[in-house]
Nanobody, 119 residues
Framework: VQLQASGGGLVQAGGSLRLSCAAS????????MAWYRQAPEKQRELVAK???????DYGDSVKGRFTISRDRVKNTGYLQMNSLKPEDTAVYYCFAEVQVSRNYQFDYWGQGTQVTVSS
């Protein structure tokens, strides 16, 4: 199973970006999906998570600005980021709990995509 993150880039403060995380390979079912980010010299932090029942949770710093969603048919997760701030600058990583069969589940990480917000 591979997770391919895309959609990062350079944007001005106040702008928007949409990240995608496409899962491929031997997938029986994807349960939780999430986006984390890591800025230079900072610890990786949870940005947003979508649970198996499609409920969501967000880090305090992005609530009201970011929206996580998924397309189960495409095995793809999304992170819509609006009203971006310079402090949102980081490498964004997607994460997924993937069942490769009915009885086996593993955690996978995408390769990271750089988001840079200029002031």
């Amino acid at each position: 199973v591979q997770l391919q993150a895309s959609g990062g880039g350079l944007v001005q403060a106040g702008g928007s970006l949409r990240l995608s995380c496409a899962a491929s390979g031997s997938i029986f079912k994807i349960n939780d999906m999430a986006w984390y980010r890591q800025a230079p010299e900072k610890q990786r932090e949870l940005v947003a998570k979508i649970f198996t029942d499609d409920s969501t949770d967000y880090g305090d710093s992005v609530k009201g600005r970011f929206t996580i969603s998924r397309d189960r048919v495409k095995n793809t997760g999304y992170l819509q980021m609006n009203s971006l701030k310079p402090e949102d600058t980081a490498v964004y990583y997607c994460f997924a709990e993937v069942q490769v069969s009915r009885n086996y589940q593993f955690d996978y990480w995408g390769q990271g995509t750089q988001v840079t917000v200029s002031s």
